[in-house]
């Protein structure tokens, strides 16, 4: 069975632009949930969809969004970019939505802003 | 909300030694507590996790213990090898957040 997939691996990207990153879960996960990793930040949560709907979201602004396709597959835009959006952008698939059911993480998708 | 916290940030030990690292967390409503293993460059990988219902589990060389009462579960890992260097992140789950929360990360260094 096929992990998790992110595309791109690698982005790069200046201030003001904008930028959508995606992620297709393992065949028959149906929740998709989105971190932001940082040196000395760890993993911090963005947001979760199941069923094409934000089930939940994390502390960010508003520039940070996403949505989620029929097939699961899932998209998240990051508008206005700013330089401290560098980061590396990690997605991970459930089968459920709760969040005490084993998350399975992609390789991420390394985002530099110049 | 949940707050999850991680020590120590870093661990250094030996090839062959233990090594322990501890969690924290606040929500008595938790209820699953995974452990990721991140090595340089790759993506977290769940290497064991654990329900609260369960005091302890074992996988081979790892293990990890719950300690509902105080709130706090640990990683063991018995006779390290240098593959184990890593960062380890611990979470957890099933709370009122509704989704997982994740400590700072350990990195871990075994050295030959």
């Known amino acids: 069975k096929a992990g998790v997939t992110q595309t791109p691996r690698y982005l790069i990207k200046t201030r003001g632009q904008q930028v959508t990153l995606s992620c297709s879960p393992i065949s028959g996960h149906r929740s998709v949930s989105w971190y932001q990793q940082t040196p000395g930040q760890g993993l911090q949560f963005l947001f979760e969809y199941f069923s094409e709907t934000q089930r939940n979201k994390g502390n960010f602004p508003g520039r940070f969004s996403g949505r989620q396709f029929s097939n699961s597959r899932s998209e998240m835009n990051v508008s206005t970019l700013e330089l401290g959006d560098s980061a590396l952008y990690l997605c991970a698939s459930s089968l459920e939505p709760d969040s005490n059911q084993p998350q399975h993480f992609g390789d991420g998708t390394r985002l530099s802003i110049l | 909300g949940e707050n999850v916290e991680q020590h120590p940030s870093t661990l250094s030990v030996q090839e062959g030694d233990s090594a322990v690292i501890k969690c924290t967390y606040s929500d008595s409503a938790s209820n699953y507590f995974p452990w990721y293993k991140q090595e340089l460059g790759k993506r977290p990988q769940l290497i064991i996790d654990?329900?609260?219902?369960?005091g302890e589990k074992k996988d081979q060389r790892i293990a990890v213990t719950l300690n509902k009462t105080a709130k706090h579960f640990s990683l063991h890992i018995t006779e390290t090898q240098p593959e184990d260097s890593a960062v380890y992140f611990c979470?957890?789950?099933?709370?009122?957040?509704?989704?997982?929360?994740f400590g700072k990360g350990t990195k871990l260094s075994v050295k030959p």
């Open positions: 979470a957890g789950g099933g709370g009122s957040q509704g989704n997982l929360i």
């Open positions: 654990i329900r609260s219902n369960v």
